[in-house]
T-cell receptor, first 115, second 112 residues
Framework: DQQVKQNSPSLSVQEGRISILNCDYT??????FLWYKKYPAEGPTFLIS?????DKNEDGRFTVFLNKSAKHLSLHIVPSQPGDSAVYFC??????????????FGTGTLLAVQP | ETGVTQTPRHLVMGMTNKKSLKCEQH?????MYWYKQSAKKPLELMFV???????ENNSVPSRFSPECPNSSHLFLHLHTLQPEDSALYLC???????????FGSGTRLTVV
């Protein structure tokens, strides 16, 4: 059973516009959420994160929104740039007192930013 | 060299072969992980090592055998694999109580 879901396998956006990537989760014990970006032939790299005590975290062009009641988070990229074209993975970890930091990942969304 | 380094980058092996994947990190992290990425599937956690001790085995078949001789090195020993084991195998590291992983570039494994 998939605990972290990214229902859109791909997204195409024009350069300069906003990209919105969505992620849903089922486990109410998740308390920390991350977005990773992956280029072909490279490993995923950390992009931005959010703790469950917040509903928004912003870092430059990237903003993550968390709606705990809906078990939904989204990543906004504005303005989108061609270099943002990559696969974006949503990940989550459980509130376990910090005993482990096991991350559960979604299937990824391929973002294509058109010049 | 910094970051997380995985070798080899590509590997083609027969079903009767034995091979090993290697992961090395120079970040001072004390937790290391193996993930498997298959097409159209989530990254699947395989193994977790905290302070060289295995703390998670996510129902991985015994044909995959991990080894963590120290906090900086992690191996994945492979034997009698199946074609469906073909995937990208990713190593990551972190602090045990940290929340962010640093990934290697992965080993693209093809089983023929």
């Amino acid at each position: 059973d998939q605990q972290v879901k990214q229902n859109s396998p791909s997204l195409s956006v024009q350069e300069g516009r906003i990209s919105i990537l969505n992620c849903d989760y089922t486990n109410s014990m998740f308390d920390y959420f991350l977005w990773y970006k992956k280029y072909p032939a490279e490993g995923p790299t950390f992009l931005i994160s959010i703790s469950s005590i917040k509903d928004k975290n912003e870092d430059g062009r990237f903003t993550v929104f968390l709606n705990k009641s809906a078990k939904h988070l989204s990543l906004h990229i504005v303005p989108s740039q061609p270099g943002d074209s990559a696969v974006y993975f949503c990940a989550a970890s459980e509130a376990d007192g910090g005993a482990t930091n096991k991350l559960i990942f979604g299937t990824g969304t391929l973002l294509a930013v058109q010049p | 060299e910094t970051g997380v380094t995985q070798t080899p980058r590509h590997l083609v092996m027969g079903m009767t072969n034995k091979k090993s994947l290697k992961c090395e990190q120079h970040l001072g992290h004390n937790a290391m992980y193996w993930y498997k990425q298959s097409a159209k599937k989530p990254l699947e956690l395989m193994f977790v090592y905290n302070f060289k001790e295995q703390t998670e085995n996510n129902s991985v078949p015994s044909r995959f055998s991990p080894e963590c001789p120290n906090s900086s090195h992690l191996f994945l020993h492979l034997h009698t694999l199946q074609p469906e084991d073909s995937a990208l195998y990713l190593c990551a590291s972190s602090q045990v109580r940290g929340k962010g992983y640093t990934f290697g570039s992965g080993t693209r494994l093809t089983v023929v």
